[in-house]
């Protein structure tokens, strides 16, 4: 039960660790500043966004031209009825960046040195409603921490009643060794043992976990990945190998 307890824990810990990276670059971006410019051809653009590039902190930056900003809008009056006669209007060209980063300081900044820019005529950060994401995004940071070290709390603890748990395998071990009984002829006498418990509890913490995962229907969890699932493994046989080596 505590092998099981264990890997379990170990398993929740790498589903969250994943879940909540996805998520936090969900949040990432979803986040941008848009940049307006009075540049129309492609050169112009090419130079603006090149610029914003290079500004530490950008991620990626995507341009809407004049034309695709007048076909944008003029699709939307079109649905309400009311399209009017908007062409002879300079629609000025958008840019939207993301620097993929939570840190509202940091966005800060980065949207200074992008409105800083001489061919930038005005850039719109989101206001208060993606200052109150940033602040949501710390909160939940430090949930997310708190509940990871909750889950390595009791990792170690089932981990450390699963040792206890195999002292009876010990003391057989100790007692063919003061015999001087081959260590391998002692592995080989309770392999069965030593391998039997740790598969076992790997196989119910993996229909735990594969529960758990289908439980939100794959679109929150992360399920734990190919190198975290032959980690589960070798960590099942650490609690018997460790009473193995401790007595032999």
Same mark, same amino acid.
């Given at each position: 039960?505590?092998?099981?307890?264990?890997?379990?824990?170990?398993?929740?810990?790498?589903?969250?660790?994943?879940?909540?990276?996805?998520?936090?670059? $969900?949040?990432?971006?979803?986040?941008?500043?848009?940049?307006?410019?009075?540049?129309?051809?492609?050169?112009?653009?090419?130079?603006? $966004?090149?610029?914003?590039?290079?500004?530490?902190?950008?991620?990626?930056?995507?341009?809407?031209?004049?034309?695709?900003?007048?076909?944008?809008?003029?699709?939307?009056?079109?649905?309400?009825?009311?399209?009017?006669?908007?062409?002879?209007?300079?629609?000025?060209?958008?840019?939207?960046?993301?620097?993929?980063?939570? %840190?509202?300081?940091?966005?800060?900044?980065?949207?200074?040195?992008?409105?800083?820019?001489?061919?930038?005529?005005?850039?719109?950060?989101?206001?208060?409603?993606? $200052? $109150?994401?940033?602040?949501?995004?710390?909160?939940?940071?430090?949930?997310?921490?708190?509940?990871?070290?909750?889950?390595?709390?009791?990792?170690?603890?089932?981990?450390?009643?699963? *040792?206890?748990?195999?002292?009876?395998?010990?003391?057989?071990?100790? *007692?063919?060794?003061?015999? %001087?009984?081959?260590?391998?002829?002692?592995?080989?006498?309770?392999?069965?043992?030593?391998?039997?418990?740790?598969?076992?509890?790997?196989?119910?913490?993996?229909?735990?976990?594969?529960?758990?995962?289908?439980?939100?229907?794959?679109?929150?969890?992360? *399920?734990?990945?190919?190198?975290?699932?032959?980690?589960?493994?070798?960590?099942?046989?650490?609690?018997?190998?460790?009473?193995?080596?401790?007595?032999?």
């Amino acid at each position: 039960m505590a092998h099981a307890l264990f890997l379990t824990c170990a398993g929740a810990l790498f589903m969250f660790r994943g879940s909540s990276e996805r998520y936090f670059e $969900k949040l990432k971006n979803s986040v941008f500043i848009t940049a307006y410019t009075e540049c129309r051809s492609e050169a112009d653009l090419s130079a603006v $966004k090149n610029r914003i590039a290079a500004i530490s902190g950008v991620k990626y930056i995507v341009i809407l031209t004049e034309n695709e900003v007048f076909a944008a809008l003029e699709g939307a009056l079109a649905k309400k009825d009311i399209l009017i006669s908007i062409k002879d209007v300079e629609i000025p060209s958008i840019l939207k960046i993301y620097p993929g980063t939570l %840190n509202y300081e940091r966005f800060g900044r980065i949207a200074e040195q992008i409105n800083a820019l001489a061919e930038i005529k005005y850039s719109d950060t989101g206001g208060n409603a993606v $200052k $109150k994401l940033f602040v949501f995004a710390s909160d939940f940071k430090k949930a997310v921490r708190f509940i990871a070290a909750m889950l390595i709390l009791s990792a170690l603890a089932s981990a450390a009643a699963a *040792f206890v748990s195999m002292e009876y395998l010990s003391e057989k071990f100790r *007692f063919l060794s003061e015999r %001087n009984v081959p260590r391998r002829d002692i592995v080989l006498k309770y392999a069965t043992e030593i391998t039997l418990i740790p598969l076992s509890s790997l196989i119910i913490s993996i229909l735990i976990l594969l529960a758990l995962y289908q439980t939100t229907g794959g679109n929150t969890m992360v *399920f734990p990945t190919y190198p975290q699932t032959v980690l589960l493994l070798l960590l099942s046989f650490l609690p018997s190998a460790a009473r193995l080596i401790k007595s032999v």
